[in-house]
């Protein structure tokens, strides 16, 4: 008989594999060992269970009587990965033995595990969750940066500092991948300036394995060991040489560890070089040509875009690529011009530098963008790549982003949901009829629930501002005055994402004396929100954080603007939990998709949103707010000004008076009306289980060369 495991074991377990993350039973018992340090290790479990061996945390299991919680869930983990009637089972088994390989840049799994910088990594890490829910073999592949992207630290004059902290990969749930021989392994890419190592950590996320290359290793010279450092630092040679190793280098990695996959995904262009080395290992184990070799390579190629910014497209010059890309144009029998060529619109025109999005299309049959109007928009800004084509016939689809339901869901209303939503909800995540039965939940009890969490957040924000002005210099007594900032009892509206300037955080500031007027209103006030980093090289960004944190200083706001620094996971999370608004102001067309008004979706906040990305499909009239008319004007100076307007509008004449309008029970009963409208009617499209799936239909399995194997024809 198999000796029983101590609870220590089992928590180690379960905190080797990022599974617990999601399951807010297993966060909830590393809470209950010890809150305080919970917090204070920025809620790192294998950290935790270092601190509180097998002895200390015995005693602790006893006082908190944790050991029927620990047991049940190590048997839920157990039975999790063992679990085989799944719907990547049933949809996707031609897929078999040879996997999906998801080729992304950065992954956002949970805050502890600092390899995302924003929007990209958390949809990345969605998928893998997602993935890995409905049993779909895939794998991850992406590169360990051990200082991962800064902390940002705002100074008492409003401006971003960065600070990196370095991450030690024995405080994380990274193990040595080895290969079949057993050994670890290890891969190195060829350039006309030398090799570049890498050694590769394996990182589980449920059922789902992610790869991680890492240049941290004594082959490499002092430069190239701080290759996989920083995310999205450096300069150009920096960047490329980073998405050698993330595609070709991962894709040597896969071979090592003898996974042949069978479609290879890349989330966004920075892994397009991955189709390159495919092509090459073509050629030389089956003798193909190159043209034949790209064309197989191709059909199992699946590539999604994600920004309409003609910025957020990686360019390199010609000879940064065949300093990186000359040994592998080699081995793919191609002159100069011919790998110059791949990366370029027009292959003749050598004036054009080389695009990774070009490329990634050009290597892959199948392409999408992130919503339907970035479909729209991606079509007409890639037609050039199809001169013959009309717009309409650009083969560039979409598939609209989704988040992961357990992941971004309040406990508390998880409750509600398992409630009010039929059994075993959580499985069935993309039925409408599932999420419909949400207009059955009572009025007091979804306000209850949602005051509890917006109560949360407003204890949290005073925490986190306290800190901020103590670390500022800041006296005791002077930051006590934050600890009754924000009224429950006053509509709040959230806003936190990137100061990029399309974003248009201050679009709120342009019209001062009547912001004013809102906000101060004193039967019906306003409170907002703030937070986001900008990129460290973005002195533009940076401006604009320092206005809207000027106006949270100004004794005109006081209490009712706050800016709240270090936007990461764990304050996305607070923030979508508990919110009453949560503003999304960009300039039209180009927020590709965003996802983080689906998150305050799921938990009964209202998107108050122009009509761009996921919500110009979402917004039906009745499920939240529009701003605009969701036209664009030429000149943009004019949209602006419209927009601002049309804010202000909505503002003033839709959302407070909805908010303030109380009945006898001082119950806002239109409003609950449209936070239940706005979970049922959008829950169940905007979820990472429906994308996952769509994915699976449409891209993944026709990439795996198999029509779809769940179609029956009826004779
Ligand atoms: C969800 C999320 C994002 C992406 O949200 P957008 O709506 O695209 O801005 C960015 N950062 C964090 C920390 C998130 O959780």
Redesign the pocket.
């Known amino acids: 008989m198999a000796i029983q495991k101590s609870i220590h074991e089992k928590l180690c377990e379960l905190a080797g594999n990022m599974w617990w993350s999601w399951q807010p039973d297993v966060t909830g018992i590393f809470r209950a060992i010890d809150p305080r340090m919970w917090s204070s290790l920025a809620h790192n479990p294998i950290l935790l269970l270092r601190e509180y061996g097998p002895d200390k945390l015995e005693i602790r299991a006893r006082e908190e009587v944790l050991h029927s919680r620990i047991n049940a869930a190590y048997r839920e983990w157990r039975e999790y990965m063992e679990a085989r009637d799944t719907w990547g089972g049933t949809h996707a088994g031609v897929l078999g033995f040879r996997p999906v390989a998801y080729f992304s840049a950065e992954f956002?799994l949970h805050e502890s595990f600092r390899i995302y910088s924003?929007?990209l990594g958390?949809?990345a890490g969605d998928h893998l969750k997602s993935a890995s829910d409905l049993g779909i073999p895939l794998v991850g592949v992406g590169l360990f940066y051990y200082e991962g992207y800064f902390t940002q630290l705002v100074d008492a004059n409003g401006w971003q500092q960065e600070e990196y902290i370095l991450a030690n990969p024995q405080d994380l749930p990274l193990r040595e991948a080895k290969g079949p021989n057993g050994r670890p392994v290890q891969i190195s890419v060829p350039t006309r300036s030398g090799a570049i190592h890498a050694k590769v950590w394996r990182v589980d996320v449920g059922r789902v394995p992610l790869y991680l290359l890492d240049s941290n290793i004594p082959e490499n010279n002092p430069d190239d060991r701080r290759l996989t450092a920083r995310l999205y630092g450096g300069d150009h040679r920096t960047r490329i040489r980073q998405e050698l190793l993330l595609g070709v280098g991962g894709v040597k990695a896969l071979a090592e560890l003898g996974i042949k996959p069978r479609v290879v995904h890349m989330n966004e262009g920075h892994s397009a070089f991955a189709p390159l080395e495919l092509i090459r290992m073509r050629m030389q184990d089956d003798g193909l040509r190159f043209d034949d070799a790209l064309r197989e390579t191709a059909t199992m190629g699946v590539f999604t875009t994600h920004t309409p910014v003609a910025a957020g497209h990686d360019r390199f010059d010609g000879g940064l690529v065949e300093e990186h890309l000359g040994p592998l144009r080699e081995g793919l029998a191609l002159d100069y011009e011919g790998l110059q060529g791949l990366g370029r619109v027009d292959p003749h025109n050598h004036g054009e530098p080389f695009c990774m999005t070009v490329l990634a299309f050009k290597t892959s049959r199948r392409a999408n963008a992130v919503s339907n109007l970035h479909g729209v928009v991606s079509r007409r800004m890639w037609r050039d790549l199809w001169p013959w084509r009309s717009e309409e016939e650009i083969p560039i689809g979409h598939i609209t982003n989704g988040?992961h339901v357990s992941t971004w869901l309040a406990q508390q209303m998880r409750v509600l949901y398992d409630r009010i939503l039929p059994a075993k909800w959580y499985l069935k995540t993309g039925e409408p009829e599932v999420w419909a039965a949400f207009e059955r939940v009572k009025a007091t009890e979804l306000w209850e629930t949602h005051q509890s969490l917006k109560n949360r957040l407003i204890i949290y924000a005073r925490y986190r501002l306290g800190l901020q002005a103590k670390r500022n210099g800041m006296s005791d007594r002077e930051a006590e005055k934050f600890q009754n900032v924000l009224d429950p009892q006053a509509l709040l509206v959230g806003f936190?994402?990137?100061f990029a300037p399309y974003k248009r955080a201050d679009l709120l500031t342009r019209d001062m004396e009547l912001l004013e007027k809102i906000i101060n209103d004193s039967s019906r006030p306003v409170q907002f929100i703030f937070a986001g980093k900008a990129h460290p090289a973005d002195d533009f960004g940076k401006q604009i954080a320092q206005r809207i944190y000027k106006l949270s200083q100004d004794p005109k706001f006081q209490g009712r603007v706050v800016f709240l620094e270090d936007?990461?996971?764990n304050?996305?999370?607070h923030l979508?939990q508990g919110v009453d608004v949560w503003l999304?102001n960009p300039r039209r067309p180009l927020?590709a998709?965003?996802?983080?008004?689906q998150?305050v979706v799921l938990n009964g906040g209202l998107n108050l949103s122009v009509l761009d990305g996921w919500w110009a499909e979402a917004y039906d009239g009745t499920n939240g707010f529009a701003i605009g008319d969701g036209l664009i004007h030429a000149n943009q100076e004019v949209q602006d000004t419209r927009d601002a307007e049309s804010l202000m509008n909505v503002l003033r004449d839709e959302v407070i008076p909805l908010y303030y309008d109380r009945d006898h029970d001082d119950l806002p009963q239109e409003w609950i009306d449209r936070m239940k409208r706005s979970v049922s009617t959008l829950g169940w499209r905007f979820n990472a289980d429906r994308m996952v799936m769509d994915y699976v239909k449409e891209s993944y399995v026709p990439a795996s060369g198999s029509t779809s194997c769940s179609i029956t024809v009826m004779p």
């Open positions: 956002g924003g929007g958390v949809l988040v936190a994402r990137r936007y990461d996971i304050l996305g999370r979508v999304n927020e998709s965003g996802t983080s008004g998150k």
